[in-house]
């Protein structure tokens, strides 16, 4: 965290040199030498921060380090702040440049004490880091990856002596990696690699570390391939892989030879998996977490050697949830509890709710801590705080995957890189922490694409004793606590039913938030306490850069947050703000603007200022009940196409006419577009500027009025240069496309768009000769459909050959449609598909059975007809067998009471559950 925030910070100070240097003056001496030694810090805490936790000294000074750069930046935006950015020209400009430069002596005094004082520190910091390169035998040239210390070995070493029958949830995993390991008996190296959250219980070879090491590397791989050719047949297990490099380096060292030789690699990375399975032989096995079954048989039989007393069963499965299937973290809690009365139910409960504090203490936890810690440890510098920036999130919180990049972006943790836009750097970021299993993936959105995700309850403790540690992050739900000595720089503000607003007032009035840059609320909190605090906090924040207000009840935009100069992300997201000052125009650094789901209509001609706005988000639902029926949008000025740096433009309303819809041709940046009211005459100019955006992935296009009553969508202009991949990039970029209101024929475009992934269709209403599957079918990459009111006619085919990647179809409010044929070879991997509300639809669609992978089968509101034939199949009828292959059977309905129910039907004997 420390060299990201030192990395931050220098090229914080190199961009001030280059483009404010002559306001610095006499002190622009004293910030280059600032700058050359943060330069030095940098590369020598690339290589001590992973091992700090080895030296309290050494941590320290990291602590020392970070704070120092933290004040650095706080100088400078106070610098930039006070004299930046004033520019004046002519007589009346020179009259004002004499008069801020009378009133600014005594602030420019101040600003040349602080950099003073902060040089003072940086050359004592600096002493400390000579001091510790001889005594660590740090050496700050090494630039690789980090290194693990040793002193987590012990853990490796106690797996080596657990029995095989102790061992739980093995047998499914052993057989099918022996399997693997035995068959085949042809003459290529076979490289076998296991992929899984912690580590296998597999032997290593002991006892060889010092001759290894006083050997170099290249006569070790020599030594190695002699003794396995001499061998002759072999097999060798690398345990515990970490390096991505590993395999190019070592599998020189491992011979072919004509007796099918077997290499397994056990690794928590997927990259590291992948990369040592790269010839058709190899294969990639990852292993699952323990079931609730086998979890609890491992639980109970590290505590109680048996059953679990029933008067613990509560508390147990409580504690075994946090768990979540690691054998490890299973063994290590088990361990604890096992220490403690059975017959005390508070003694369970009290660990049940302080394992975060069990973590950081010296209790049997703490092995869990250090294991969890490695993957940490072994994180590049970069990936580090974005880590650690998910303690903001309560626990079990699903998070908003693009929401996270965004902040990370905000909170400068992503390094630009050359050729390639910031969010996709981000979202590598994102991937590689996947990878690692340390984010849950939860939900996907187009192309596989995470969409929501979580951390495990235990790495999250272990992340937020990290981030405390670090002052990375302070987290209040209100309440009375302990505030951190440090200075609180992000601030994440929790929901709490028990929020009391006197005591959290009285707590606070004499606390400061200067030193703040972040501020996040996470869920909705109570009313006054949000009022009251979020003034407070603003008006003391004069530095604030994040600023998340997302579902606060606040009904006006704070006056404060327009004296924010240096804000780059502000979200107002499902408040109840309903108009943007004019002020807007004074925040000039804004990144990210975010009034989604808010009752904003128009925005004022001062939003043209923000030229680094790249995300603008203004919309709200046209029916809040009823999502089919769209969103309203804004209102914006005229010379819209200024804004050059927006790459997400969310919702534009376009019925003031063809003058703004030109200007979206001049954001040729664009990535996201959702364009809402637009009139059938303005079809024709709206096509002329999409040809100018060629990096467009999201399009989505809706006519004025709604549902029935829906306008025509003409998109059938300019066919030759939509269709002409020359002349129209576009098409090869998109991968999603939403259409609402009425198509009078299909636009022909729309068949060349190869890279489509997702494609809506809402109120189309195409009449029966227009079919709408013929120019969709053979799309490549089409993964996802819906179909809402989109049809008109009495029956859909899909034929043979056709939608080759489909994976989800959603068939909803077609009235007229009465029968449905899937032919054998059409949508061969269609996972999910549901009908929605199709009243004429009688039967099941014929050729379901050819739908082999289908596993679920959704139901909503249909017809009575078809819901009794589903439901009461006899086993052995013809119907039932055309459905018997689907795992589960959704049936949706309002009850007599306008409730909302789910029936499910599970398994090949179609049992039901009540959801």
Not at 84 to 111: D, N, P
Not at 400 to 422: D, K, N, P, Q, T
Not at 550 to 570: C, S
Request: proline share 3%; hydrophobic share 40%; aromatic share 8%.
């Amino acid at each position: 965290m420390a060299e990201t925030v030192v990395s931050f910070v220098s090229d914080h100070l190199a961009t001030l040199l280059r483009e404010e240097g002559s306001l610095l003056g006499g002190l622009r001496q004293e910030v280059q030498l600032i700058k050359d030694e943060l330069g030095h810090m940098r590369a020598f805490l690339k290589v001590a921060e992973p091992k700090e936790d080895d030296d309290p000294r050494l941590q320290e000074w990291i602590n020392q380090v970070r704070e120092a750069a933290y004040d650095i930046e706080d100088v400078l935006d106070e610098f930039v702040l006070r004299f930046a950015g004033y520019r004046h020209h002519g007589f009346c400009g020179s009259l004002q440049r004499i008069l801020k430069a009378i009133k600014s002596l005594r602030a420019r005094h101040q600003v040349a004490s602080a950099i003073q004082s902060i040089k003072s520190r940086i050359k004592n910091i600096s002493e400390g880091r000579q001091r510790y390169q001889v005594e660590f035998g740090i050496d700050d040239r090494v630039t690789g990856s980090s290194t693990m210390n040793d002193s987590w070995r012990y853990s490796r070493d106690d797996a080596l002596l657990v029995e095989e029958a102790k061992l739980v949830g093995i047998d499914q995993p052993k057989q099918h990696l022996i399997s693997k390991l035995l068959e085949g008996h042809d003459h290529q190296l076979k490289v076998i690699s296991v992929v899984a959250p912690e580590r296998l219980d597999l032997a290593v070879a002991q006892g060889i570390e010092q001759f290894i090491e006083s050997i170099s590397t290249i006569d070790l791989k020599k030594i190695v391939k002699d003794f396995l050719q001499q061998a002759g047949r072999y097999a060798i297990v690398f345990d515990d892989v970490w390096d991505v490099e590993f395999w190019n380096e070592i599998k020189f060292a491992l011979p072919e030879s004509n007796y099918g030789n077997h290499v397994m690699l056990t690794t928590r990375k997927a990259d590291v998996a992948s990369a040592s399975c790269i010839e058709s032989q190899d294969y990639v096995y990852k292993m699952e977490p323990l079931s609730i079954e086998d979890s609890w048989t491992l639980f109970c039989n590290k505590i109680f050697k048996g059953n679990c007393p029933y008067h613990l069963m509560d508390v147990a499965k409580a504690v075994l949830d946090k768990c979540e299937g690691l054998p490890l973290a299973i063994l290590a809690i088990g361990g604890l509890l096992a220490s403690k009365d059975a017959s005390r139910i508070d003694e369970w409960k009290m660990i049940q709710h302080s394992l975060g504090g069990e973590l950081e203490g010296t209790g049997k936890l703490e092995r869990v801590k250090r294991i969890l810690s490695l993957s940490y440890n072994d994180l590049p510098s970069h990936l580090k705080p974005c880590l650690l920036y998910l303690s903001i999130y309560p626990e079990d919180y699903l998070i908003s995957c693009r929401m996270l990049i965004l902040l990370w972006i905000a909170e400068r943790f992503v390094e630009c890189r050359e050729g390639m836009c910031i969010e996709d750097v981000a979202l590598g970021y994102l991937s590689e922490l996947i990878s690692r299993s340390l984010i849950q993936v939860t939900d996907v959105f187009y192309e596989g694409l995470p969409y929501t995700c979580r951390i495990h309850d235990l790495m999250r403790e272990v992340i937020l004793i990290k981030s405390r540690k670090q002052n990375m992050v302070t987290i209040t739900t209100g309440q009375p606590m302990t505030w951190p000595s440090e200075k609180v720089r992000r601030l994440v503000l929790h929901s709490s039913s028990n929020s009391s607003n006197i005591q959290y007032h009285q707590q606070r009035q004499f606390y400061s938030f200067e030193h703040l840059r972040s501020f996040i609320t996470v869920s909705s909190t109570n009313p006054l306490l949000s009022k009251t605090f979020i003034s407070e906090v603003l008006r003391s924040s004069k530095l604030l850069k994040v600023l998340e207000l997302g579902g606060e009840k606040i009904e006006g935009t704070p006056n404060e947050i327009f004296n924010l100069l240096h804000l780059t992300y502000l979200s107002l997201y499902g408040t109840k703000v309903e108009r943007v000052p004019r002020a807007i125009g004074k925040l000039q650094h804004l990144e990210y603007l975010n009034l989604g789901d808010t009752g904003v209509r128009e925005l004022p001609v001062e939003i043209l200022k923000l030229l680094k706005l790249r995300h603008l988000i203004v919309f709200h639902p046209v029916d809040p009940s009823d999502e089919d029926y769209g969103f309203h949008g804004f209102k914006g000025p005229s010379k819209l196409g200024g804004l050059l740096a927006l790459q997400t433009l969310n919702t534009i309303d376009a019925s003031s006419g063809s003058v703004i819809v030109k200007e979206i041709g001049k954001l040729t940046q664009l990535r996201v577009l959702y364009i809402t009211q637009l009139r059938r005459e303005d079809g024709k100019e709206l096509c002329s500027s999409l040809v100018n955006l060629t990096s467009l992935r999201q399009l989505s296009v809706d006519s004025v009025g709604k549902g029935d009553d829906y306008g025509i969508i003409d998109l059938n202009h300019h066919q030759r240069s939509l269709s002409s991949s020359s002349s129209c990039s576009f098409l090869q970029s998109l991968r999603v496309l939403i259409m609402g209101g009425r198509l009078e024929k299909m636009p022909r475009w729309v068949a060349h768009l190869q890279n489509l992934v997702r494609l809506d269709f809402t109120w189309s209403g195409l009449r029966a000769e227009e079919d709408p599957l013929e120019s969709l079918q053979h799309l490549p990459n089409l993964d996802e459909i819906t179909f809402c009111g989109s049809y008109q006619g009495e029956r859909l085919c899909f034929k043979a050959g056709g939608f080759l990647k489909l994976k989800q179809l959603y068939l909803r409010r077609m009235e007229g449609l009465r029968w449905m044929t899937v032919e054998e070879g059409a949508c061969p991997n269609l996972q999910k598909l549901v009908l929605d509300r199709l009243p004429s639809l009688e039967d099941l669609p014929s050729g379901i059975q050819h739908l082999s992978h289908l596993q679920e089968l959704g139901l909503y509101e249909m017809s009575s007809q078809l819901i009794e034939k589903v439901e009461n199949q006899e086993e052995d009828s013809e119907d039932y067998r055309r459905m018997a292959h689907i795992p589960e059977i959704v049936i949706g309905f309002y009850a007599d009471d306008r409730e909302w129910r789910i029936r499910r039907l599970w398994g090949k004997k179609k049992e039901t559950i009540l959801a």
